[in-house]
């Protein structure tokens, strides 16, 4: 899934996107706050990761404008001990969960997953289609009891339709979940993603079928 993460202090930012993209995702990262409202606006992320204290416009007015906006994107703030009255009222203004730094990478990690489960797979940590379980949490997949070896990529891409079981997910929905500004995924780049994944998928009665011109699919041959 594609993320930004919001953070001026550079230590922190390359560990928490490092962490992000060790979990298969693809990560924006920026150090100012009018920035991070500009992106917002133009692009869809499935998560941000928003420290408080930013130059330009600090997180809170950063996560006003969102909500003013009526996006129910998931916030995950981290902020400084220091910072507690604000961090108070960042939740009032609708954060999902905080973190204070120093945080561990294994909690943030939890954290985050935490709250993509509650935001698109209704609390079910592990997504069953057909014999195909995808663990979300676990970023791993098995067909029956035999585990299946996909790249992040692959990974991602399968979390994507899957979420979307049965209904179709449009290409640009797709690269834009998938790309970052520093590493874009071009027409080519998904469909050699998809080759890739479908390869891997043959045999398992679950299908990644081709919608031509609107996107793909992924589908059980038992059904939903
Ligand atoms: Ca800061």
Known sequence: MRMLVVEDDAAIADAVCASLERDGHAVDCLANGKAAIAALQEHAFALVVLDLGLPGQDGSEVLRRLRAAHDGIPVLVITAREELDLR???????????LVKPFSLAEFGARVRALLRRQSNRGVPILQIGRLAIDLAGRRVRLDDRPLDLTAREFALLEILASRHNRVTPREHIIEA???????????????AVYRLRR????SGVNLRTVRGLGYLLESDDGP
Do not use: E, F, P, Q
Request: with cysteine.
């Open 88 to 98: 108070v009222r960042t939740l009032d203004l609708g954060a999902d969960d905080y």
């Open 178 to 192: 998938l790309c970052t500004w520093n590493d874009a995924l071009t027409d080519n780049g998904l469909d050699i």
């Open 200 to 203: 891997k998928l043959a045999g």
